[in-house]
T-cell receptor, first 114, second 116 residues
Framework: EAQVTQNPRYLITVTGKKLTVTCSQN?????MSWYRQDPGLGLRQIYY???????DKGDVPEGYKVSRKEKRNFPLILESPSPNQTSLYFC?????????????FGPGTRLTVL | AQSVTQLDSQVPVFEEAPVELRCNYS??????LFWYVQYPNQGLQLLLK??????LVKGINGFEAEFNKSQTSFHLRKPSVHISDTAEYFC??????????????FGAGTQVVVTP
C-alpha cells in the first residue's frame, strides 16, 4: 500500500532533550515536506526537499533541522525542543514536487514539550 | 507573498443541507488554489485544486469550488452534506510562477460539523 508513515505518532518530552521524528514514504517520491499544525493557524511549512540532498526552508524553520540522505526518508530533528514547538506535525510527499502531482500526507505526530 | 483567510472557523450544518466554506486570498501575483480535508485523527487529503482553465472546479465526494479572480475568492460548496463530511477543511494557495510545492500557504481551517 502506498503510504507516508511517521514515527512516533505521539511523543511527550522535556525542554532541551534532542528528538527526531521520522518520515518515510514507499512511493519513490522526489518531493517531501514537513508542516506543523496549530489551532487557528492552519498548517505552516517547516522545511521541504525537492530531492536527495536538496532541502530548503519553509515559513517556520527556526528550531528545526532536516536531512535527506535517502529518497524515502526525511527526518525532522529538534536539537533543543522548547514548549513553543508543542504541535501536531505532518510529513507529506509527492512524485516530482510539481503542482500537477498530488501531495500525500502522513497520519501526523503529536508532540508535547514540557 | 500570498496569504489565505478562511472566513469561518466553524460551520454547523444539518445533514442533507448545502454548505459553503469561504476562502479569500491575497497575492500580488497569479496563484494556484487548493482545498484539503482532514478527517479526525488523519492527515490531509486533497479535495480539489485550481491550476488553470475553468473557474469551476469539481473535486471528490461531491465538492466543488469556484475561483473568482476579481473577488480573490475560492469558496467550496457541496449541495447536500452527509454525516461523514464532518471534518476540518483547509484552503491553500501557492504562487503560480512556480510549478512546485515548494512554498505553500494554508488557511487556518474551517471545522464543519454535520448533525442529523
Amino acid at each position: 500500500e502506498a503510504q507516508v508513515t511517521q514515527n512516533p505518532r505521539y511523543l511527550i518530552t522535556v525542554t532541551g532533550k534532542k528528538l527526531t521524528v521520522t518520515c518515510s514514504q514507499n512511493m519513490n517520491h522526489e518531493y517531501m515536506s514537513w508542516y506543523r499544525q496549530d489551532p487557528g493557524l492552519g498548517l505552516r511549512q517547516i522545511y521541504y526537499s525537492m530531492n536527495v540532498e536538496v532541502t530548503d526552508k519553509g515559513d517556520v524553520p527556526e528550531g528545526y533541522k532536516v536531512s535527506r540522505k535517502e529518497k524515502r526518508n526525511f527526518p525532522l530533528i529538534l536539537e533543543s525542543p522548547s514548549p513553543n514547538q508543542t504541535s501536531l506535525y505532518f510529513c507529506a510527499s509527492s512524485q516530482t514536487g510539481l503542482l500537477t502531482d498530488t501531495q500525500y500526507f502522513g497520519p501526523g505526530t503529536r508532540l508535547t514539550v514540557l | 507573498a500570498q496569504s489565505v483567510t478562511q472566513l469561518d472557523s466553524q460551520v454547523p450544518v444539518f445533514e442533507e443541507a448545502p454548505v459553503e466554506l469561504r476562502c479569500n486570498y491575497s497575492s500580488s501575483v497569479s496563484v494556484y488554489l487548493f482545498w484539503y480535508v482532514q478527517y479526525p485523527n488523519q492527515g490531509l487529503q486533497l479535495l480539489l485544486k485550481y491550476l488553470s482553465g475553468s473557474t469551476l472546479v469539481k473535486g471528490i465526494n461531491g465538492f466543488e469550488a469556484e475561483f473568482n479572480k476579481s473577488q480573490t475568492s475560492f469558496h467550496l460548496r457541496k449541495p447536500s452534506v452527509h454525516i461523514s463530511d464532518t471534518a476540518e477543511y483547509f484552503c491553500a494557495v501557492t504562487d503560480s510562477s512556480t510549478d512546485s510545492w515548494g512554498k505553500f500557504q494554508f488557511g487556518a481551517g474551517t471545522q464543519v460539523v454535520v448533525t442529523p
